[in-house]
């Protein structure tokens, strides 16, 4: 099993951030002798990016945007079980890098972490996600851990701050105006037959689902039929559309990524 699928439990469902208890702080400046780690706005990574996804449960939305983000919480730190596998954006892990996992900012992001119990500092890039235990509201690497001080206690309270729009972006992917509604599709079923795909369609229409249309695509080479209805433009309306498929007979109902 992937470290990735170990963590976000694959990535296709809902909303709702997590219920942790967040203080939002007023950035301070770094103290001297702050974490190594050069700072770079990125564009949003092909995966790790879903709308919104569920695990153990509970929903999470992948923020907009990352600029002025800004919590107080208690983080952790994940080391040699997961060395070696991948994150969340298809990446490798190592253990030995300036990296973190955050359930909801988009990825990657940067962002300095202080120790708000020795005042230590570091900047990490976020390219994972999780943690998912509750009040937790960062993963830190072993190496940035370490120099938090907080590899012996397992756990540290932080203030975490987002340096977004702080650094000359790299080939910045162009972003959708701000009031550019959002388009939630969700996936009913997928067929090896355009056959079936279409027959299916036509069952969900028949039973007064909005939007239903067949999508070619691929998987492994071969050729895939995706039958997708929406969009709806809320959370709420997406989960009120899951339900109709699923009374309709697609049962694996899910999100469309």
């Known amino acids: 099993m992937t470290r990735a699928s170990r963590r976000i439990a694959c990535a296709v469902a809902l909303l709702a951030l997590a219920g942790c208890a967040r203080e939002p702080l007023r950035p301070a400046a770094p103290p001297a002798g702050a974490g190594a780690g ?5 564009p949003r990574a092909q995966y790790g990016n879903p709308p919104f996804y569920e695990v153990g449960g509970r929903r999470y939305v992948v923020l907009p945007t990352a600029v002025g983000y800004v919590e ?9 079980d997961f060395h070696g596998g991948r994150t969340s954006t298809g990446e490798t892990y190592d253990m030995d890098a300036m990296t973190g996992a955050h359930p909801t900012l988009p990825l990657p992001a940067w962002v300095r972490v202080t120790n708000l119990e ?3 500092s570091v900047v990490v ?12 509201i960062i993963d830190l690497s072993r190496a940035a851990a370490e120099q938090l001080d907080m590899v012996r206690a397992g756990t540290a309270r932080v203030e975490v701050v987002s340096l977004a729009g702080t650094a000359t972006p790299a080939a910045a992917a162009p972003s959708a105006p701000a009031d550019q509604p959002a388009a939630y599709y969700a996936q009913a079923g997928a067929f090896g037959s355009r056959e079936n795909a279409e027959a299916f369609a036509v069952q969900l229409r028949d039973a007064g689902i909005p939007g239903v249309t067949v999508m ?38 899910r999100l469309a990524l």
């Open 38 to 42: 050069v700072p770079r706005d990125e």
């Open 118 to 120: 020795n005042g230590r």
């Open 125 to 136: 890039r976020l390219n994972d996600r999780g943690p998912f235990a509750k009040g937790r």
């Open 216 to 253: 070619d695509a691929s998987a492994d080479g071969r050729a895939l039929f995706r039958v997708r209805a929406g969009p709806v433009a809320t959370l709420a309306d997406f989960d009120a559309l899951i339900e109709r498929l699923r009374a309709a007979g697609a049962r694996d109902a």
């Open 72 to 80: 107080q919480g208690i983080a952790s730190w994940y080391g040699p």
